[in-house]
């Protein structure tokens, strides 16, 4: 469960009710986020595939019914067909630090993944 949270841009903090904190990002640019996919598993795609059909193709080879994981992003067909991408981050800090440079945040350097993620989600919903 959520303790608090704070959504900056595409990105989502989540401070859990253990203190753990969770980055996501859904990405606006969804074709964007399709060729990071499709890089780090080395498939070769065509520049002129629409959005629906890269995405498919990449959930067709990597995934399972409608939703592929591939390392840190999930792709996910909707029923109508649209394609979303998000990606939940392993390196907890390094997102922090790139949300905090988005907002005008000082991470605290000496401090914990935990009380960073804690003080950027209050200075982002102070700051709305």
């Excluded at 989540?14 to 598993?41: H, P, Q």
């Excluded at 999930?74 to 997102?95: H, P």
């Excluded at 905090?100 to 804690?118: D, L, Q």
């Amino acid at each position: 469960m959520a303790k608090k949270s704070a959504i900056s841009g595409e990105y989502i903090i989540t401070v859990e009710d253990s203190g753990t904190v969770r980055v996501c990002k859904i990405y606006d640019n969804v074709k964007a986020s399709l060729r990071e996919c499709a890089e780090a598993k080395g498939f070769e795609y065509d520049p002129d595939w629409t959005t629906r059909q890269f995405g498919s193709k990449l959930i067709k080879d990597f995934g399972e019914g409608n939703q592929a994981e591939i390392g840190e992003y999930t792709i996910v067909k909707r029923d109508s067909g649209t394609i979303e991408t998000y990606r939940t981050y392993a390196n907890t800090l390094g997102a922090l630090r790139e949300i905090a440079a988005n907002v005008g945040f000082e991470i605290n350097e000496k401090s914990n993944t935990r009380n960073n993620g804690s003080k950027l989600v209050d200075f982002i919903n102070a700051n709305k």
